[in-house]
């Protein structure tokens, strides 16, 4: 399956990322490689293997769900260089308006 320029840059558009048409090209490439081996998959014959849902042997712990005293907040902002109405401020990360 071929991705295509366009939709390396439709992604990237909706990632707010921009990339060069020499990076496009090339992102290109490596995702179109990346989905050609993954599809190789879909041609292992697996006809009597066991559906596995994990591969770790393990088991849930639960612990007992108890109420404890938290940590002083004035303690906890110590270091905060500024806050506002009990929140941590810190730099807006999204642009006013856009797309979204």
Not at 12 to 40: P, W, Y
Not at 54 to 71: L, N, S
Request: glycine share 4%.
């Amino acid at each position: 399956m071929k991705i295509s320029e366009e939709e390396v840059r439709h992604v990237a558009k909706l990632s707010k990322l921009s990339f060069s048409d020499e990076e496009t090209a090339e992102f290109a490439t490596t995702l179109t490689k990346i989905v050609d081996m993954v599809e190789l998959l879909n041609e292992v014959d697996t006809t009597g293997v066991p559906v596995t849902t994990t591969m770790a042997d393990r088991k849930t712990v639960i612990r007992e769900d108890k109420a404890e005293v938290g940590t002083d907040r004035e303690l906890l902002f110590k270091n905060v260089p500024e806050s506002a109405n009990n929140f941590i401020k810190v730099p807006a990360i999204f642009e006013e308006g856009g797309d979204a």
